[in-house]
């Protein structure tokens, strides 16, 4: 169970240290009405015996609007989510959604074989596949 505050929001000390006492952060955005609104996906990675997992949700964002690269062991994923465009005579009641660009990075550790990263955006769902050198896997000796 977490404690609530403030419209069932769970507890977080540094968004209320940063949201009540500061009020400012560098991170945040307004969506125009003078709402918070600052996109940030969710990333999972994953270790296996063979790869290394790189999982992100980015719903409403095609492919063209990703980048992602790989410089001196470095893995970079950016992205946009453009708003949708107002239309005159259109009232917006509720406007919570974030929209923005993005930017991740990851150093992959010396094990990971950087020249043969798959990926693949489906459904929202980002997903990596970078495998291990040859020489990093276990190996059976007996």
């Known amino acids: 169970m977490s404690l609530v505050l403030r419209n069932r929001t769970p507890f977080h000390p540094f968004r209320l240290l940063e949201d009540d006492l500061l009020g400012w952060s560098p991170f945040r955005r307004t969506n125009g009405q003078g709402q918070t609104a600052t996109f940030t996906p969710r990333f999972d990675v994953k270790e296996t015996e063979e790869a290394l997992l790189v999982s992100a949700d980015l719903p409403g964002i095609p492919e063209e609007n990703v980048s992602v690269t790989l410089d001196n062991q470095v893995l970079t994923i950016k992205g946009e989510r453009s708003q949708e465009d107002k ?35 489906k459904n929202g769902v980002l997903e990596l596949v970078i495998p291990k050198r040859a020489e990093s896997k276990p190996k059976k000796i007996l």
Do not use: M, Q, V, W
């Not at 930017?103 to 094990?111: C, D, K, S, V, Y």
């Open 87 to 121: 239309k005159e005579g259109e009232t917006f009641y509720i406007f919570e959604r974030a929209y923005g660009s993005f930017e991740r990075a990851f150093r992959l550790p010396e094990h990971a074989d950087g020249n043969n990263i798959s990926a693949s955006l």
